[in-house]
Structures are given as structure tokens and as C-alpha cells.
């Protein structure tokens, strides 16, 4: 064991960087980031974590943003409904606003690929979330979920974003203006991966899962079908009782996930931004 002691924000940050939470929860359930960490060195025959700091790491990373843990009083409490996948941390630009964003976070989601109804129909929505005191949250991908973010921005209103890389860089790299102008204007944006990390399939995934923990509920406007990063958010957020608010859409081809939902009573069709509202 090191003579000086690790601290928990540097430890938690190194056992996000090599483990998924639940590999690692039933340690933590029992003894300190700093243990868990310092056995996991011990057992590995990589020899992958023995050369890795964890001090040096996490200093180097806060330089483009905040590791929060859940013993900060910033921590969105609603994560812990993730049980044993509940993050180990949340890197955080603009961690001070979390709070306040977190408390009527509402997720706009859907198709990356869109026609200019779905665009129309999204801003509606968004807008009118964003004016009733919600605090819309979405990814900066294409589609749906960006123009969401700037439809509530346009209307005044702070937004919360979800990464599924490194907050070093957007994701897709062309938003980085929106990537900026989010926690600049009273927003914030968090991810599950350092700064420098890409974005992947996993990433993708797993990011689909925080966004769906985070909210009080989700929006999604439409996902083409099971297999994409929008149709996991609304099927996360239904395993953990949280409501899927579905628009019509005459489209039927680009909404066979919305249909599928509906179909399995895990979702809810709203005819309109007000119908959304008054079930919020």
C-alpha cells in the first residue's frame, strides 16, 4: 500500500477508466474507492493498471472539466436508481448547475436522420418544455436531439447534454460550438468517460442509459427501430419507472420503435406539447 492515501475522487476516476460499475459495486458496497482501486493493481496480470496514476490522471482531466461523485452534494441523486450501474463519477462541465438541472430534467429524443416535420415537431415540443420550467436534455447528435437543444436555448432556457466520449471534444466533432455554448450560457454537459476518450458503440450505449436516468422523463419524438442509441433511452427509462411520452407521427416507417412501445404499454401517446405537460 502507498504511504500517502489516494483520495476518493482520484480512485473512483481510475476504477471508471478501467471498469464498468457493477464490476466493481459489491467491493465498493464494503470498503474504500482507495482499496478497491489498490486491489484491483494487485490482481492484474496486464500489468495495464500498475503503470497508470491515478492522481496525475485525475489532474489532468479536471483541467477541461469536474469528476463529480455521489458524495459531492452536487451529485444527481437520481442516478442511484441505476443500482449496481450506478457511475462511479460524472465528468462535468458546469457540475455547479447540476442541481439545479437535474430537478426537471426531461430527455428530447429521436432519429439522427430526420425530415423537416420531425424538426418542426421537435422544437415544438422543446420549446414548450423549456417554457414550462423542464430542463431539456438530449446528446448533440444529428436530428432530434441537437435541434431539441437549440430550440430550448433559443426560447432562453438551460439545457443538459449527454456525451458518449471524453468532453475534450464533441460528439459529432461538426457541434462543438454547441458543446461550448451550452455550460457558457448556465447549462451543463456530463459524461461517463475522461477527456480523451472516444465514441463508440459501447459509449453510445452506455451514454443512452445515463440519459435515461437522469430525466424525470423522456420525449421521443421517433426511433426508427430497437436498435438505436434514442429507442434504448425510452426502453431504459420505462425499466425504471420513469414515463416515455410518444407524438404521432404519420410516418409510420421512421416510428416502428414509438409503435412497439405503445403496443407494449411502456409508453404513452401525447397528441400534442400540452398533452405532454399536463401528464409532467
Not at 497508470?52 to 451529485?75: G, K, M
Not at 409503435?259 to 400540452?274: H, M, N, S, T
Amino acid at each position: 500500500m502507498p504511504n500517502s492515501a489516494l483520495p476518493e475522487r482520484a480512485a473512483r476516476a481510475a476504477l471508471a477508466a478501467h471498469f464498468p460499475p457493477h464490476e466493481v459495486a459489491a467491493q465498493l458496497a464494503q470498503h474504500s474507492a482507495e482499496k478497491v482501486w489498490h486491489d484491483a493493481v494487485r490482481r492484474d496480470t496486464t500489468g495495464r493498471l500498475v503503470h497508470y496514476r491515478p492522481r496525475e490522471e485525475l489532474a489532468n482531466a479536471q483541467l477541461t472539466c469536474r469528476f463529480v461523485i455521489p458524495s459531492d452534494d452536487v451529485w444527481p441523486a437520481a442516478l442511484d436508481s441505476l443500482g449496481t450501474g450506478t457511475p462511479l463519477g460524472l465528468w462535468v462541465r458546469g457540475h455547479q448547475q447540476l442541481p439545479r438541472l437535474t430537478a426537471r430534467a426531461v430527455a428530447v429524443t429521436g432519429n439522427r436522420a430526420t425530415t423537416q416535420e420531425t424538426l418542426a415537431r421537435t422544437q415544438a415540443f422543446a420549446s414548450a418544455l423549456a417554457e414550462a420550467g423542464h430542463t431539456v436534455t438530449s446528446t448533440l447528435a444529428l436530428g432530434v436531439d441537437s435541434t431539441a437543444l437549440r430550440a430550448a436555448a433559443l426560447a432562453g432556457h438551460t439545457t443538459l447534454a449527454v456525451l458518449p466520449r471524453g468532453l475534450d471534444r464533441a460528439h459529432p466533432h461538426d457541434h462543438a460550438q454547441l458543446l461550448s455554448s451550452i455550460p457558457a450560457t448556465g447549462g451543463a454537459v456530463v459524461s461517463l468517460f475522461k477527456p480523451g476518450t472516444e465514441a463508440s458503440g459501447s459509449t453510445l450505449q452506455t451514454s443512452a442509459a445515463l440519459l435515461a436516468a437522469l430525466v424525470r422523463a423522456v420525449v421521443l419524438i421517433e426511433a426508427v427501430d430497437s436498435f438505436v442509441p434514442p429507442m434504448h433511452t425510452a426502453e431504459i427509462a420505462s425499466g425504471l419507472g420513469r414515463p416515455v411520452l410518444v407524438p404521432p407521427s404519420a410516418d409510420s416507417a421512421r416510428t416502428l420503435g414509438n409503435r412497439r412501445l405503445i403496443a407494449d404499454q411502456r409508453a404513452v401517446l401525447v397528441p400534442d406539447p400540452e398533452h405532454a405537460l399536463a401528464l409532467l
